[in-house]
Every structure is written in structure tokens, then in C-alpha cells.
């Protein structure tokens, strides 16, 4: 059987590089009449609708005018077993951790339970345009062998792991360090590289992971250099402070990971807000990722991200939604967020950088930028299809918007799930 090539046409818009100012014209291409060529879930060619035509006249063709295409959207922090955790009220991170977070997840000691959870949680990610993202799955195994598997049957590319932690935390959410070791190491053989799907050691963050874990986290990622780390840092002054007492030898937060061997260019650092000089040098130094969370920062009054300050010292910043303490599964609303907390530190985040951020940004954060994050030739056609005019109150807006940043503003601060008109999984519209 001879395949069939696909074409998509609309508006297109994918980032080259990241844009460097609102006007930045040379970091990304934008087609009026655009088009993107699909074959057997790979994108061959993006550009002028006319061209793509008469490369592949047989093609069968959709047409998503007058919406706007890019490169599905990546959310490089997010707690699967916290998808009925958001909007719990009234507390700051570890008591938030305590009365609703812990208690919701002991549940996912249940397969089944997990299963259905799957099926709904990449239900959600999809009605919000997100096509990869980075998962922490409960301490259970079978927490994350649903989660993997309902990715391999959606045929996403996926990231994700059996949390870590054998301390502070109910009887049912601790494993032990060996446990910890011997079901990490048996998931990363099932389903590293396994379809689309990367594994992430995750011990879940310092306050739960005793040191002996931690010796076992850090033999994990030796073994292991090719597979994703993450875990949260520096959150809230109450969670550093516990800190401190439980790694008395610790030079600062940061130094329990750095003495474990955990840094590296595949770490993911949730939150990471209250950091001094000397973390601040040991992130550049080792290529780690900062990943900003913000509306779980400001939803739990953890802090305010110092993204330019993290930037100007070449740390390559990720963005995510940390769902369920963050309070939407929605990119968009995320850069909504972000927008606010950039405002309130006296930064900015230019539309053409917030959309950069959450395709490109987050993939090169990832190093997945050759598969995914773009709308280039050989890339996987993960694909969101958007609509500025998705409510009443953004159409309105719009009839006064001109250009190509004032229609992608309104989507970052006025956007939620009712703008994303279609997505596409490799190559397959959901
Ligand atoms: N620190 C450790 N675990 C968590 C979690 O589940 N959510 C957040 N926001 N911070 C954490
Ligand atoms: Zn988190």
C-alpha cells in the first residue's frame, strides 16, 4: 500500500530561533496562505499553500482557514495523579502536599484507577492543544505503566516517571530506596525509547527522598545518562527550610542534587524561585533547566520566577503548568500567568517569545527541537490549530487587533481550551 500524503492549509507559524524583541521578524516564518505537508506522521514540507499544491497534487487535503497552525504545545511539568487535585483550597506548599495532594495520589495504587485516569488526563492535555509533556506518575509502578501505555496508543510523544520518595509521606505513598531502584530500572527497560515515549528518574524532591534514595537516584542517572531527570526545587521558604534541616551538610538546596550527581542537561528543576548566587552559577554551569510554574506559583503564593535573571546567565528556562497545583491544563492560560508574574519582577514576555516558548523553547529545553516544537521538514506533525476567536469576548477584541503579535496576545492572555480548533498526533487529527 502506497501512503497518502495529507495537506493542511491555513496560516502557518513556526520559530527558527528564539525571538529576541516583539518585532523580531528573522526568528520566525509566517505563511498567509500556508500549508503543511504530512506523510506517515513526519512533515515534509511547510510553506506557500500554491507550492505545496503542485508538489503533491493527490493529496488529501484539510482546510483549517482562516485559523493559525503551529507546532503542538509542550508542557515540560505536570503531576498525572493531580488531574482532581487543582483548585483545592487554602493551603501553601506542604500542607497544600499534606491535606489533598498525598491523599488523592495513594489512590493510584490501584491499576484500574490508573487506567481510567490515563484515558481522561491525555483526554485534557488534547482538548488543550498540548501534545508532549513531562510527567511526574505516582509512586506506584503501575501508575506510570498506565501512563506510558495510554501514550503508546495515542502515539504521543510522551515523558514521564514513577515518582521517588521513601519519607515524609503516608505509609502508602512510600517505596523504599531499593524498590525505588528496582521499578524505575524495570520501567526505564519497558519503555525508554519504547515508540515515542522517554523515561524521567524522578525522585519527587528532596524532603521525601532520604539520602539512601538519593544514592539510588544518582547510581539510576549514571546508568542511565540518556533519560530525562526531574524534580522540584526552591519552591517555598518553609520547603527550603525543611530542607536544610534534613541535609544539614548541604551548602544550599540546589548542592542535595549537585552532591548526588543528579545535574545535567537533561535535569528539569521544577519552580526554582528563591535561589541564591551560588545555585544560580551551578545551573549555568551545568546546563540545567529552570522550569517555570506559574500559575501553580502564584495559585500556592510560592513566588515570582526570575526568568530574565536565570536568562541573562545563559540558563535555558522551560515553562509548564504543574497541574494540580497549578490551576489549568491550558498552555495558553499558563502564558497568561506568566505574562502577570513577568509584570509584577518588571520583565516582559513578548507574544512572538511566549509562543517561541511553549513549541521551540520547551523542545530545545527538552533537546527534542529535530522532533518536535517546530513546523521543519522531517519533524513529527504534532499540530495545534488555533482560533483568536474561539468566544465572544476574543472575537470582539480582535475586530481592533492587526497584526500577527495582537492576534497571538489575545490568545496568550484571553486563550484557553475553546481556542484550539483541532490537534493533530503525528499526522492523525484528534
Ligand atoms: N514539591 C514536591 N511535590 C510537589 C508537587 O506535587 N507539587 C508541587 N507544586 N510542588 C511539589
Ligand atoms: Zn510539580
Not at 89 to 114: I, K, S, V
Not at 132 to 142: D, F, G, I, K, Q
Not at 261 to 279: P, T, V
Not at 314 to 330: E, K, L, M, W
Amino acid at each position: 500500500m502506497t501512503s497518502q500524503h495529507t495537506l493542511l492549509r491555513g496560516r502557518t507559524l513556526t520559530f527558527m530561533s528564539e525571538p529576541q524583541s516583539p518585532d523580531d521578524t528573522s526568528a520566525y516564518r509566517y505563511e498567509e496562505d500556508g500549508a503543511i505537508l504530512i506523510l506517515d506522521g513526519q512533515i515534509v514540507a511547510t510553506g506557500e499553500y500554491e507550492t505545496l499544491q503542485t508538489q503533491a497534487p493527490d493529496a488529501m487535503q484539510v482546510d483549517h482557514r482562516p485559523h493559525l497552525m503551529m507546532a503542538g504545545f509542550i508542557d515540560t511539568h505536570i503531576h498525572f495523579p493531580q488531574t482532581q487535585v487543582i483548585a483545592s483550597w487554602g493551603a501553601q506548599l506542604l500542607d497544600w502536599l499534606n491535606t489533598y495532594t498525598f491523599p488523592e495520589e495513594t489512590r493510584y495504587h490501584d491499576p484500574e484507577l490508573c487506567a481510567d485516569m490515563a484515558v481522561k488526563f491525555y483526554d485534557q492535555l488534547i482538548a488543550h492543544g498540548t501534545t508532549t509533556a513531562s510527567a511526574y506518575c505516582s509512586v506506584h509502578r503501575a501508575s506510570a505503566e498506565a501512563y506510558f501505555r495510554e501514550a503508546e496508543k495515542r502515539n504521543m510523544r510522551m515523558i514521564g516517571g514513577k515518582v521517588m520518595m521513601d519519607r515524609n509521606a503516608p505509609d502508602l505513598l512510600r517505596d523504599t530506596p531499593q524498590s525505588s531502584y528496582d521499578d524505575s530500572k524495570a520501567l526505564v527497560a519497558d519503555w525508554d525509547g519504547k515508540g515515542r515515549a522517554h523515561y524521567a528518574i524522578t525522585p519527587r524532591f528532596a524532603i521525601t527522598s532520604t539520602p539512601a534514595q538519593m544514592e539510588m537516584a544518582e547510581a539510576l542517572v549514571s546508568e542511565h545518562p540518556d533519560c530525562y531527570v526531574q524534580t522540584h526545587l526552591s519552591e517555598n521558604h518553609d520547603e527550603i527550610a525543611f530542607t536544610a534541616e534534613l541535609y544539614p551538610a548541604a551548602r544550599d538546596y540546589l548542592d542535595v542534587y549537585e552532591s548526588y550527581g543528579l545535574l545535567n542537561d537533561k535535569m528539569l528543576l521544577g519552580h526554582a524561585i528563591h535561589l541564591n548566587a551560588r545555585e544560580i552559577d551551578v545551573l549555568a554551569e551545568t546546563g540545567s533547566h529552570p522550569v517555570f510554574c506559574p500559575t501553580s506559583n502564584l495559585f500556592l503564593g510560592s513566588g515570582l520566577f526570575d526568568d530574565a535573571g536565570l536568562r541573562a546567565r545563559g540558563i535555558v528556562n522551560a515553562i509548564a503548568t504543574d497541574v494540580g497545583g497549578g490551576t489549568s491544563f491550558s498552555m495558553l492560560q499558563t502564558l497568561n500567568e506568566g505574562y502577570k508574574v513577568l509584570q509584577l519582577r518588571g520583565q516582559t514576555m513578548h507574544p512572538l517569545r511566549a509562543f517561541h516558548w511553549i513549541t521551540r523553547g520547551n523542545a530545545v529545553a527538552l533537546g527534542l527541537e529535530d522532533k518536535i516544537g517546530t513546523l521543519d521538514t522531517g519533524s513529527e506533525a504534532d499540530i495545534v490549530v488555533l482560533n483568536a476567536l474561539a468566544t465572544d469576548a476574543m472575537a470582539l477584541r480582535m475586530d481592533r487587533a492587526r497584526t500577527l503579535s495582537e492576534e497571538l496576545f489575545v490568545l496568550q492572555i484571553m486563550g484557553d481550551d475553546r481556542a484550539i480548533q483541532q490537534v493533530y498526533v503525528a499526522g492523525a487529527p484528534i
